[in-house]
């Protein structure tokens, strides 16, 4: 009922069979989110087995466990009306009377009125299927029981038969560590550090240590991807990060469970061991690099080199794991290489793993899987294929390989010679192909597995064809370099501080369009979704090197807003679905970027682009948010009407005159402060002011001159309400309450200053200057703890404040948005520093936010615990767990501090078909130099400092001429020019 168990096999047919998914049910008002059990009668004799089984159903739900069982009358003798009367009758005297066809309850078919592709459904999907003709349910459950009987003594005899590995190693190899010479590392901190050049994380684990927590990396492409930690566990998916995993996911930081494994055995010895650090550890250290596109992972043990290379295509949704093993000893080696793949091909392995079957096909050396219970995904097919030897045995069942109460730690499949080659439906599915070879001595042997996912079979031969010809691995491994190389290419820096190098040059941008862009996913959250503000304001960061990237995202957002103007806080690609929500400003973001990208790019054609909009039932007062799958309206629109739609729809204020806060502002914890449509919010203020600013010039170049005016003369009125009801007196208020109860202010017992109204204060530049410095000094004060290496969002944080703000008190005070770091929101504080001049604090508060300098030794990082070399969205600030991070790598934090580093400390704009230097850098720096490549042109610029100052621009020269400011003509003439400026 609960569990996978091998009496499915009984309907392996109907599972392979079936190809309908869940919503075919909905007609015959079954959801299919409860255990089905289906009995199939077709004779009145049969009718006792039906009254045992509303016995077991009323049993069951006293005791809470909830099932829908279907009773499917299949008589065909005439008298089916008087069958179905006899059927209706014997529910109706019993506990079911009132639950027929309700959910947990019995549901009544015949099977005259059920489609014969819907049969095959309920029997695929039944957790057990009971048979009129199959005598009493006791004896036919004890004939299931049998047959799982027969299974467990079937994987004795396996047993009986497998190799007894010796305690000791036929050698006492001389321990050798392929890692020693890895060469000297920046920001070495006891667990590992950079490469000279910056292009790799190198993790060294010693034996028996391991990272604090998992320090992964993500590598995929736009459509297929995987992560990996330093022990080798991860998971791969295809298509959507959360809706179709190929392999299961798993977010447990201890046991950092892996669905995937490359296990090596002796086959002399018997030992055996996994590649990397886990499930089943060897002796020795291992090393791990993280790279961009690429993990590797090297250890030596049993007279073997071994190097795994992992990495995704620039294109194809496979993931290519490269095997090379070289013998070190002076005797010929014989050994087995088993890969074994856990599948999913859905949301969670728990849902689809009774309607996953297996394949497997000779000619081709391949595992086929297809999950036949699927809808969004239907007819899609894994598969599983090794190149530089044949497969010598495989199994598709799980059971078998693992073995009972074993883990993939000390799976049973290794102790057996060979595997029993078992496949189909109706298993506990997996594919693990064995693959038994040899390696002369002082040789070297490389194999490549491949592990995909195709529309169909014959896509998927296609590509495990493209990939079997010689020197296809080589080339894609290649291509993914390059690809890589000219994307993070496009701007070098070279400052004084090295940290920011390498975060400027290589890992934030990688962060930002792998994880954000592309994955949508990492350990800590795999969600697989677009956030319509999310995403728009990553692309900010890439206007420099992949501006197309930028442009796409902005119409593939104008695509999810409805019509009245309002948009999708998230949503799924394919269908669509997602979430309507009350957020003010979600929608904001839209003209916000698209206002940025062009004056970064001068692409004024983009607001041309027709893209249709949404439609869906507007919410409700009462309504703070649907989940639903709206339809493509008829109605289309510009990007420059969709940006104007979704202004207008934000022109919403209160009594004070400020932007309502609705549901949530940019802070979605705040889901309690406007729930009556009066409270407001005084960040919102700054950004819809600079917004509306913003795109006044949009609407003035696009002729639309009075809307232009009228932005203006809404942004004075509204600058005017900011500075009347959001000063508090020594800093800015944070919103107010529906009953107008201010927050963020000095009255408060809780919140009394939020960073983000303070830092917006000034980027927005609607502040007045005092009190935008006021605000800034109220900041560095209040919530910039220097001495613990974190800002602070809020403080104090919410515990027991009264109105109740939102979900944000569900978090512990002092972690996340609740008065933690939250590292977006942090690095807005840079950009308010270089807007006031100040580049010391600018400076010192990237390199604190940086996550290299919260672990730069081993002390630091086992406080810290997670990666070194990207942003954590957070990072605690509660003892006894204050400067511990939390989750990385998919936060906005990396898009942000990449804008805060190349915009705001090294002054570095592009307006158009102009390049605006206005450096804003820590006074201790004697200069830096920057290398910007515009198309085939390459800018190579020198700022230099004498005079120890943050900024300004004392002289400035293109090509050795001199400026009169330092703004640079930029053509595309295939030439190197120089410019260099002097502060």
């Known amino acids: 009922m609960l569990y996978l168990s091998p009496c499915r096999r009984d309907e392996a047919e109907f599972i392979q069979q079936n190809r309908r998914g869940q919503s075919s049910l909905w007609p015959y008002a079954i959801s299919g989110d409860l255990p089905i059990v289906l009995v199939r009668v077709k004779e009145l004799e049969h009718i006792e087995l039906v009254r045992r089984l509303l016995t077991v159903h009323e049993y069951w739900r006293l005791k809470g466990l909830f099932a829908d069982l279907v009773i499917l009358n299949e008589d065909e003798s005439g008298y089916v009306q008087t069958f179905q009367d006899s059927l209706r009758d014997l529910i109706s005297m019993g506990h079911a009377r009132d639950l027929l066809n309700h959910p947990g309850g019995v549901f009544l078919l015949q099977k005259d009125h059920v489609q014969a592709e819907d049969v095959v459904l309920l029997c695929a999907v039944a957790r057990i299927v009971f048979a009129g003709e199959g005598g009493s349910c006791t004896v ?66 010693q034996e028996g240590m391991n990272t604090p927590l998992p320090w992964i ?98 294109v194809e949704p496979v993931k290519i794991v490269e095997l090379t093993l070289k013998n070190t000893t002076d005797y010929e080696k014989c050994l087995s290489a088993i890969y074994y793949v856990e599948w999913v091909l859905g949301v969670a392995r728990e849902y689809t793993a009774p309607y996953l079957v297996t394949e497997y096909d000779r000619k081709c050396n391949s595992f086929f899987t297809q999950n036949t219970y699927q809808e969004e995904f239907a007819g899609h097919i894994g598969f599983l294929t090794v190149f530089g030897e044949s497969v010598t045995s495989y199994t598709g069942d799980r059971t078998e390989f693992i073995g009972r109460n074993r883990s993939l730690a000390d799976p049973l499949g290794l102790e057996l010679e060979l595997l029993s080659e078992t496949v189909g439906a109706g298993l506990d599915p997996c594919s693990a192909m064995q693959l038994i070879f040899t390696v002369s001595q002082g040789q070297s042997k490389t194999i490549t597995f491949l592990l995909g996912e195709a529309d169909n079979r014959q896509e998927a031969e296609k590509l495990i064809s493209l990939y079997g010809q010689s020197g296809q691995v080589s080339k894609a491994f290649e291509e993914v370099t390059h690809y890589w190389n000219e994307l993070l290419g496009a701007v070098k820096v070279s400052t004084p501080d090295i940290s920011m190098n390498l975060l400027l040059n290589r890992w934030l941008l990688y962060q930002t369009v792998v994880c954000r862009l592309w994955a949508r996913s990492a350990f800590y959250q795999s969600g697989g979704a677009y956030g319509f503000r999310d995403q728009l304001q990553d692309v900010m960061a890439l206007v420099y090197t992949t501006p197309q990237a930028t442009r796409e995202q902005i119409i593939l957002h104008c695509g999810h807003q409805f019509i009245e103007g309002d948009v999708q806080h998230w949503w799924h690609a394919g269908k669509g679905k997602g979430i309507r929500t009350k957020f003010t400003d979600d929608l904001l973001w839209l003209p916000f970027v698209t206002a940025y990208y062009i004056e970064r790019s001068g692409d004024e054609e983009i607001l041309e682009e027709m893209i249709g909009f949404l439609e869906d039932e507007p919410l409700k007062e009462d309504e703070d948010e649907r989940y639903s799958i709206p339809f493509s309206s008829l109605e289309q629109g510009s990007v420059y009407e969709h940006c104007i739609r979704a202004i207008e729809r934000g022109l919403r204020f209160g009594e004070h005159g400020l932007p309502l806060i609705g549901s949530g502002d940019w802070n979605d914890g705040f889901s309690r402060i406007g729930p009556k449509g009066k409270g407001e919010s005084v960040w919102l203020g700054w950004f819809l002011y600079l917004t509306l600013i913003r795109f006044a010039g949009v609407c003035d170049r696009h002729q639309d001159l009075e809307r232009g005016d009228r932005y203006r003369h809404i942004a004075k009125e509204l600058q005017q309400n900011m500075e009347l009801h959001g000063w508090d007196g020594g800093w800015y208020r944070r919103a107010y309450f529906d009953d107008g109860t201010p927050l963020g202010s000095s009255q408060n017992p809780e919140c009394q200053i939020d960073a983000i109204a303070q830092s917006w204060s000034v980027i927005s530049g609607a502040a007045k200057t005092t009190r935008a410095k006021d605000a800034m000094l109220a900041l560095e004060h209040y919530l910039w703890r220097k001495e613990e290496g974190i800002l602070l969002l809020l403080t104090p944080p919410f515990d027991k404040f009264i109105p109740n703000p939102g979900y944000i008190k569900g978090y512990v005070p002092g972690v996340r948005e609740n008065g933690g770091q939250y590292t977006h929101g942090a690095a807005w504080a840079i950009l308010a520093y270089t807007s006031l001049g100040e580049g010391d ?143």
Not at 262 to 285: F, H, I, M, Q, T
Not at 872 to 887: E, I, K, L, Q
Request: with cysteine; hydrophobic share 35%; net charge neutral.
């Open 217 to 314: 990396n993500v590598i995929a492409n736009p459509k297929f991807g995987f992560q990996v930690s330093e022990v080798g566990a991860g998971y791969t998916w295809s298509q959507n990060s959360r809706e179709y995993k190929l392999t299961p996911w798993s977010n447990d930081p201890i046991m950092d469970y892996s669905g995937e494994v490359l296990y090596l055995r002796d086959e002399e010895s018997g030992e055996s061991w996994s590649v990397a650090a886990n499930p089943k550890r060897g002796k020795g250290s291992y090393t791990v690099r993280h790279g961009q596109g690429y993990s590797i992972f090297e250890h030596f043990s049993h007279g073997l080199e071994q190097s795994m290379r992992l990495f995704v295509p620039v």
């Open 841 to 983: 604090k600018a400076g010192e508060l990237f390199q604190m936010l940086s996550p290299i300098h919260h672990a730069r030794t081993e002390h630091e990082v086992n406080r810290y615990k997670v990666e070194p070399y990207v942003m954590a969205a957070d990072v605690y600030a509660t003892y006894p767990h204050v400067g511990r991070g939390g989750w990385t790598w998919y936060t906005g934090a990396a898009g942000w501090m990449y804008q805060a580093g190349l915009e705001g400390i090294l002054g570095f704009t592009r307006q158009g078909d102009k390049l605006f230097l206005k450096p804003c850098i820590p006074s201790r720096w004697t200069g830096f130099r920057l290398t910007y490549r515009y198309h085939s042109t390459q800018y190579e610029i020198i700022v230099e400092n004498p005079r120890a100052r943050m900024t300004g621009c004392q002289s400035i020269t293109f090509d050795g001429d001199n400026l009169q400011e330092p703004v640079i003509s930029l053509k595309d003439d295939s030439l190197v020019h120089t410019v260099r400026l002097i502060l």
């Open 140 to 205: 036919q459950i004890r004939k299931k029981g049998k047959l799982i009987k027969t299974k467990v003594d079937s994987q004795s005899s396996l047993h009986d038969r497998a190799l007894k590995a010796t305690q000791e190693s036929i050698q006492d190899y001389r321990v050798e560590v392929i890692g020693q010479s890895m060469g000297h590392l920046l920001f070495a901190n006891g667990y590992g550090g950079f490469s000279e050049n910056g292009e790799e994380y190198i993790i060294r684990l």
